[in-house]
């Protein structure tokens, strides 16, 4: 049975970091994306970051540029964000992803397989 469980979530004032990992069991991902999306109340799923298998492609919402950096150990089967310069409207439950399909589009939620259960992020003013 797949499973991906995120932690390190919890409440930060605004410019702040906190730092985010996910860790598959029940098979690798190594050969594959994985990624991070979140979700705010009141709104849609929104894609976060993702990474490619071999670490050498990453990808960015335009609203974390630069501010967050995703990572990803395939020996451990995980995959770290890490979150800096926090603003309030970041704040959301984060959900780690992991795709068996290959050729994905990164950024679409429908192409991941495997969702984490969420951690809450909090950045309060």
């Known amino acids: 049975q797949v499973q991906l469980v995120d932690t390190g979530g919890g409440s930060v004032q605004a410019g702040g970091s906190l730092r985010l990992s996910c860790t598959a069991s029940?098979?690798?991902?190594?050969?594959?994306?994985m990624g991070w999306f979140r979700q705010a109340p009141g709104k849609e799923r929104e894609f976060v970051a993702a990474?490619?298998?071999?670490?050498?492609?990453?990808v960015y919402s335009d609203s974390v540029k630069g501010r967050f950096t995703i990572s990803r150990d395939n020996a451990k089967n995980t995959v770290d964000l890490q979150m800096n310069s926090l603003k309030p409207e970041d704040t959301a439950v984060y959900y780690c992803?992991?795709?068996?399909?290959?050729?994905?589009?990164?950024?679409?939620?429908?192409?991941?397989?495997?969702w984490g259960q969420g951690t809450q992020v909090t950045v309060s003013s």
């Open positions: 992803a992991a795709t068996v399909k290959l050729n994905i589009m990164p950024r679409r939620s429908t192409d991941y397989n495997y």
């Open positions: 029940g098979r690798t991902f190594s050969n594959y994306f």
């Open positions: 990474i490619r298998w071999s670490a050498s492609s990453t």
